[in-house]
């Protein structure tokens, strides 16, 4: 064997050793220009590689000795040695491309002055994926033959290399996914779920958990609202202290102020005592406001003296009080839409809404129904000492065709009475007693939420002919919520 030849190979065997050490795509490139211009003695070099959104089809992805990154994109996208290795798979050698005849119409051959040139094509298996090219400018037949051949062989390593390279980048970015769906699983053991909009949710409440921010979280009622601030809590630094959670649509105006606040004895009939509100007991832990679209107009400026301040004063009493506390609300209610019927205080939303986590109805999330099927029935299976196993195949196309207006908790509900009712091991139709709606209310899912919460009130309203306590009871909300929303539609009833 020639002395040239061996020392070609020795070299290639080193290199092969090297290249296919490094799995950083980005490294791997830069050191196989490096490592081509250096064995070759070329003055500059770049690396392309086939790619189908850009322009010319194929991207620079490493350069050598070119003034800027631009300079190399605009050499390949104009030299006609790239176009042609690309093209026909085959390398391309110049002793002096000045005089080359194969190259008498390319301007940027002239107007750098090129005299060698040396390009091979990458070659993965039958197809090419890119190019390694070489050039100089200092002396004519640079390159030869015998370079070509080490170059050509080099060039079928690196493409190896380089799809190693780009299949490790794939599997590392798979695993970082898992690893964060995993990481979600164990973060939020109790909440279930498996659909796109269920995985924003989380993702959101991953990013807020370890702030302090203020959250107002959003969705129909039913949708988990309550579920989503624990989770916010038991996982962020005030884990260790209290949460305390309030409705603020089913407690009276004036019975709210001395929840929320506390009072100072006697300061109204039947204080014999000091009292702390909530937020007291909330020190150091979290408050969360469900229904905080019906908190009256006083006490929302209370609220926001609160966010703004970090300090309360009790019913009745004369001193402040600092406090620190995390503030959590929820509503099922559009208060941008209340704060334009001066409803609610634009102040004050935007202190509760530093962050907005928005929870997607059931209906519009269909693959979590057969988990959350799943997890109620062994849930209700273990409360109640029942040995459901399972549902027949009819059952479960009925619960995922079932329009779910009342979201999750109607879901669970369903669950559990079919569960505790159930003579068999697996759920009946018999066992599910799904409310029935008619043709009419199925199209009211085209609703919007005000406009199907109008008719849904309306349609109760007439059932009960008219008794708001009755209506209330059947509908699952306060008496005081649906006073203020017939006032507010201008409803009458007893």
Request: net charge negative; charged share 30%; glycine share 6%.
């Amino acid at each position: 064997m020639p002395e040239q030849a061996k020392d070609n190979f020795s070299v290639l065997y080193e290199i092969a050793q090297k290249i296919n050490s490094i799995l950083d795509r980005q490294e791997l490139l830069n050191s196989i220009i490096e490592i081509a211009m250096s064995h070759l003695d070329a003055e500059r070099g770049y690396i392309v590689l086939l790619d189908d959104s850009a322009e010319n089809n194929f991207s620079v992805v490493a350069a050598k000795n070119f003034k800027s990154e631009k300079d190399a994109e605009e050499s390949a996208a104009s030299s006609s040695v790239i176009n042609k290795v690309l093209t026909t798979g085959e390398p391309v050698l110049t002793f002096d491309a000045l005089s080359d005849e194969r190259f008498e119409a390319s301007r940027s051959i002239v107007a750098q002055q090129l005299l060698s040139i040396i390009c091979v094509p990458l070659r993965l298996q039958d197809r090419t994926t890119g190019a390694i090219y070489l050039d100089s400018t200092r002396s004519r037949g640079k390159f030869n033959a015998e370079t070509t051949k080490f170059l050509a062989v080099f060039g079928n390593l690196a493409a190896v290399a380089v799809e190693n390279a780009k299949r490790y980048d794939n599997l590392r970015t798979e695993n970082d996914r898992l690893k964060n769906e995993v990481t979600s699983v164990n973060l939020f053991p109790g909440i279930v779920g498996k659909s796109k909009g269920w995985k924003a949710v989380l993702d959101l409440v991953q990013r807020v958990v370890d702030t302090d921010v203020s959250v107002l979280i959003t969705g129909e009622s039913g949708t988990g609202k309550e579920l989503i601030a624990r989770a916010i809590h038991s996982q962020g630094r005030r884990r260790d202290k209290a949460f305390m959670a309030i409705n603020c649509s089913a407690i009276p105006e004036q019975l709210l102020e001395s929840e929320l606040f506390g009072y100072k004895r006697g300061a109204f009939t039947g204080a014999n005592a000091d009292k702390k509100g909530l937020l007291e007991y909330a020190e150091g832990g979290t408050l969360f406001l469900d229904e905080a679209g019906d908190l009256a107009m006083a006490l929302q400026a209370k609220l926001l003296r609160v966010l703004q301040e970090r300090e309360i004063r009790r019913l009745g009493d004369v001193e402040t009080r600092k406090i620190d506390v995390r503030v959590i609300s929820a509503t099922n209610k559009n208060l941008l839409n209340e704060i334009k019927s001066g409803n609610f205080r634009e102040d004050l939303y935007f202190r509760l809404n530093i962050v907005e986590i928005h929870i997607p109805p059931l209906r519009d999330r269909l693959e979590d129904i057969t988990p959350l099927i799943n997890h109620f029935m062994k849930k209700a299976c273990e409360v109640h000492g029942r040995k459901v196993r399972g549902l027949q195949p009819a059952v479960m196309s009925r619960l995922l065709e079932h329009p779910w207006y009342g979201n999750v908790r109607e879901l669970q509900n369903v669950i559990e009475r079919a569960v505790v009712l159930s003579k068999n091991e697996e759920l009946t139709e018999e066992d599910l007693r799904l409310q029935q709606y008619s043709e009419e209310e199925l199209l009211w899912s085209g609703l919007t939420l005000e406009e199907f919460e109008r008719k849904l009130v309306e349609k109760t309203l007439a059932e009960t002919g008219g008794n708001r306590t009755r209506t209330a009871e059947k509908l699952g909300v306060s008496l005081r919520w649906l006073q203020y929303r017939l006032k507010e539609w201008g409803i009458g009833g007893r």
